[in-house]
């Protein structure tokens, strides 16, 4: 569990420090950017509904409308 706990460790720090300053750099925020990744991984025609979205990126009904929303 140690080895787990470190390893989320780093991946946050890698977060801050180097992807929110790119994700800032045009407007985004790191949930914001999540769900672009996904709908360009769901391939052409690059669409899903809210629900494909928020199963595929694990976070609840709430949380991907606020993301829609500020997008």
């Known amino acids: 569990m140690a080895v787990l706990g ?9 977060a801050r420090e180097r992807l929110a300053p790119l994700f800032a750099r045009f407007g985004l925020q790191s949930g914001e950017f999540d769900v672009l990744a996904t709908l360009r991984r769901s391939g052409s025609p690059y669409a ?15 949380a991907m409308t606020n993301r829609l929303d500020r997008l």
Do not use: D
């Open 6 to 14: 470190r390893l989320n460790e780093a991946s946050s720090l890698i």
């Open 48 to 62: 899903l509904t809210p629900t494909a979205l928020y199963e595929a990126t694990m976070v609840t009904s709430g």
